[in-house]
């Protein structure tokens, strides 16, 4: 085995394991650390000069360093799961079961009782919990809204479904750093046949229209006009109305503007009545825009 080669897919780490599988010594190990040509930076687990050192190298350091048996977790595996990175968390947090204790530098520990198949995935080669495990390990320290962007977000990328989550909800129980109430809370913002939308400013929006009883409209409706097919955020095609929710970062380009113009410029010339909603609007704000708009759009026959 080349342990070099190892490390180029480890984030330029070896393993103490991996060194004496390539027939290191521990004296040869001990003169390439003096030398400099690698460096201790967990137990058992050295990085080789030169690597730029980053958060993932970090986190595989420290599942290296535990074992097998655990798992990034937490705020730690959102990342790993092609969710935003959140740099006020300074910690890098891992699972493992209940008879495993672990006290390093920088790491905080959580154990659980119950790791059920499917709690653990590879990402990159780490353990990491799952989408669904994730969800739920966060119900405690995360506020309500906060879960609930964190779901939508699992939602949108098709890598957590609302049945799984409701399955496992209902049979989870509170616990340390758990809350079954924020849990369902979530679920019940999320009705089934619940869309997240493309942006959380649309998953917003459909929570907002579900909690006031409001009409329900179609979402990601396409509209023809002339040669021309346009699709539009929210729709009640009866009511000729239309939503489009414009939050921060929509609007990158010029020719964005420009297209956007153009489209509700052609959808008004063919009757089509626009409600423009913000980020910055208020939950009740939205509501009351939403509803008044339905309420001078009469269904058409």
Same mark, same amino acid.
């Given at each position: 085995m080349d342990r070099?080669?190892?490390?180029?897919?480890?984030?330029?780490?070896?393993?103490?394991?991996?060194?004496?599988?390539?027939?290191? $010594?521990?004296?040869?190990?001990? *003169?390439?650390? @003096?030398?400099? %040509?690698?460096? =201790?930076?967990?137990r058992g687990v050295a990085v080789v000069s030169g690597t730029p050192p980053t958060w993932r190298q970090a986190v595989r350091a420290v599942l290296l360093s535990c074992g097998d048996d655990v798992s990034a977790s937490h705020w730690t595996a959102v990342p790993l799961l092609g969710g935003r990175f959140d740099e006020s968390v300074e910690h890098i947090h891992i699972l493992a079961d209940l008879p495993h204790r672990i006290d390093l530098d920088g790491v905080v520990a959580h154990r659980s009782g119950l790791i059920e198949a499917g709690d653990v995935i590879l990402r990159d080669g780490m353990r990491c919990t799952s989408p669904l495990r994730t969800v739920i390990d966060l119900s405690g320290p995360m506020s309500v809204r906060a879960l609930g962007e964190l779901v939508d977000d699992f939602l949108r990328r098709r890598v957590l479904s609302l049945e799984?989550?409701?399955?496992?909800?209902?049979? $989870?129980?509170?616990?340390?750093? *758990?809350?079954? @109430?924020?849990? %369902?809370?979530? =679920?019940?913002?999320?009705?089934?046949?619940?869309?997240?939308?493309e942006s959380a400013l649309e998953a917003r929006i459909v929570r907002i229209i579900h909690g006031n009883g409001l009409p329900l409209p179609a979402q990601q409706?396409?509209?023809?006009?002339?040669?021309?097919?346009?699709?539009?955020?929210?729709?009640?095609?009866d009511r000729k109305l239309y939503l489009e929710g414009n939050g921060f970062g929509a609007h990158n380009l010029s020719t964005d503007l420009d297209g956007d113009a153009r489209r509700q410029n052609e959808l008004v010339l063919d009757g089509w009545r626009p409600i423009e909603i913000t980020w910055r609007m208020t939950d009740a704000e939205i509501a009351d825009q939403i509803s008044r708009f339905i309420a001078v759009s009469p269904k058409r026959l």
């Open positions: 070099f080669r190892w490390a180029e897919r480890h984030d330029g780490l070896i393993t103490t394991d991996i060194a004496k599988a390539a027939g290191q $010594t521990k004296r040869q190990l001990a *003169r390439e650390r @003096a030398s400099g %040509r690698t460096r =201790l930076v967990r799984a989550l409701r399955e496992r909800v209902d049979r $989870t129980r509170p616990a340390p750093g *758990r809350s079954v @109430a924020t849990l %369902r809370k979530v =679920l019940a913002q999320r009705v089934p046949g619940y869309d997240p939308g409706h396409r509209v023809r006009y002339g040669k021309n097919r346009y699709r539009v955020d929210f729709a009640w095609p």
